[in-house]
């Protein structure tokens, strides 16, 4: 995922801390409306491994894993520190017809130069 404007800007003011990002699932690309709700679902913290060549790539051995209450369509992801949302986009699709678990398994950040 690419940082957002708002991400970008706590990375330059210093307050993008990766130890303090949470994960969140959606069911469009509304991010101010579907967030996933209901079940056992709960915002999780994402882990990182150290930078490398402008990205910021997720902790493979430890995912974020949310509960999904049943009927749930998963589409899109998002990123965030506190409030602000710094990153967003779509994850791997995947329906419950009853509750289940899902993985996050690409949390990526990538700071990119817009050309």
């Not at 690309?29 to 882990?47: K, L, S």
Request: net charge negative.
């Amino acid at each position: 995922m690419n940082l957002t404007i708002a991400g970008k800007n706590l990375l330059l003011s210093g307050a993008f801390n990766p130890a303090t990002i949470v994960a969140a699932l959606f069911t469009s690309a509304d991010y101010d409306n579907d967030e996933v709700t209901g079940g056992t679902y709960v915002r999780q913290a994402v882990t990182y491994e150290a930078p490398a060549e402008g990205v910021l790539p997720t902790d493979a051995e430890n995912l974020a894993v949310f509960g999904v209450p049943a009927g749930t369509a998963i589409t899109h992801g998002a990123l965030y520190i506190g409030a602000t949302q710094i990153a967003a986009g779509p994850v791997t699709n995947e329906s419950y017809t009853g509750a289940g678990e899902y993985r996050l398994v690409d949390a990526d950040i990538t700071l990119s130069d817009v050309a």
